[in-house]
């Protein structure tokens, strides 16, 4: 008995519709077939025919298709109305619901992620302090594994502000900085998923990230100099504004990335990938772009004065009156090459 009890709300929430559709055509149907019999059969009870009372003023006409209009409008209507107004409330009930639930599950995720960046911090912490990780000959080859194993774990499924808590608390540990005898740091982040890392503003001077996915990371303003960026996507990255002088970007993809204002002076960009890039006003001067390709780039405003771009492929470039080609050496006749607006 009592698995049919709770069972017959849900059917008859599950077919309400069905059954109120169900009952006004039964209605309709009855009401229709009872005012055919009516007339048919000229029943003087219903009303339906024209009959005269005792007095000639009593006189009642046949029902017209405007009497029955008028009698049925306002029960239409009224049922026409209820339908809409049923329809509409479970319209917002189920978009409440779904707001809500994604609302929860937004908040279940974010809660996630906090705990997994909490408990990687903490296990970093412990790394630091019982393996000495940070100490140059101390930490081993095997707590420099198990480091960055935890890192690209952690770093897997983080939100694009938790990336960048993680990559500067890394920095400032001192755990992504180049050691000057090795030439490596103590955490080799490549191949790393850093993309749309929220970076902006952030002191990363010398930073070892070489090999890693920065695509679309937000890295405007930020402290980038001496940085060690070969081979790592840097595609639709922002860097505008960014300081990245003597870095090196040796083979970095940099296709579309925003470059307004950057500072390149002295930046190793052999074979990088600058295609569609970004680079108005930025400072190029004394980079090394051999085999940089560069074609489609936005170079107006730039500083391209004493570049050697023999070998770099500048096809398509846009320039303006502003770009600094004092004294450039371009690889065949400028018009071929650079369209200026």
């Known amino acids: 008995m009592k698995l049919e009890e709770k069972s017959h709300p849900s059917w008859f929430r599950r077919h309400r519709k069905a059954l109120i559709i169900i009952v006004i055509f039964v209605l309709v149907a009855g009401a229709s077939v009872f005012a055919i019999l009516g007339y048919q059969f000229q029943w003087g009870w219903t009303g339906f025919n024209a009959s005269t009372g005792p007095n000639i003023r009593q006189y009642q006409p046949t029902k017209t298709l405007w009497d029955w209009l008028q009698l049925l409008i306002v029960p239409i209507v009224l049922t026409i109305g ?43 912490s412990d790394l630091l302090l019982n393996n000495h990780l940070r100490e140059p000959g101390a930490s081993t080859a095997e707590a420099c594994h198990i480091a960055r194993v935890r890192t690209l774990t952690a770093l897997f499924g983080l939100d694009p502000i938790r990336i960048g808590n993680l990559i500067r608390f890394l920095y400032d540990a001192g755990l992504i900085t180049v050691d000057a005898n090795t030439g490596k740091s103590i955490i ?29 990371a937000k890295l405007s303003f930020a402290r980038l100099d001496e940085a060690h960026l070969e081979g790592a996507n840097l ?9 990245l002088s003597g870095a090196n970007l040796s083979s970095t993809r940099l296709a579309g990335a925003k470059l307004r204002g950057t500072n390149l002076k002295r930046v190793l960009l052999n074979n990088a990938d600058l295609r569609m890039a970004i680079l108005y006003r930025t400072d190029l001067s004394r980079a090394d772009l051999t085999g940089a390709d560069l074609r489609g780039a936005d170079l107006r405003g730039a500083n391209l004065s004493r570049l050697n771009l023999v070998d770099v492929n500048i096809n398509g470039v846009i320039t303006n009156d502003e770009t600094d080609l004092n004294e450039a050496i371009l690889p065949n006749a400028e018009e071929e090459y650079v369209k200026k607006l």
Request: proline content about 0%.
């Open 188 to 216: 080799d982040l490549s191949e790393a998923n850093l993309s749309n890392a929220d970076l902006k503003r952030t002191n990363l001077i010398g930073a070892d990230l070489r090999g890693a996915d920065l695509s679309g």
């Open 235 to 243: 595609s639709e990255a922002n860097l505008t504004g960014t300081q």
């Open 82 to 124: 209820v339908f809409l107004l049923n329809f509409a409330m479970n319209q917002n009930e189920r978009a409440e619901t779904q707001r809500r639930s994604e609302s929860e599950h937004d908040i279940a995720l974010d809660n996630q992620r906090e705990t997994s960046l909490q408990n990687y911090l903490d296990r970093m």
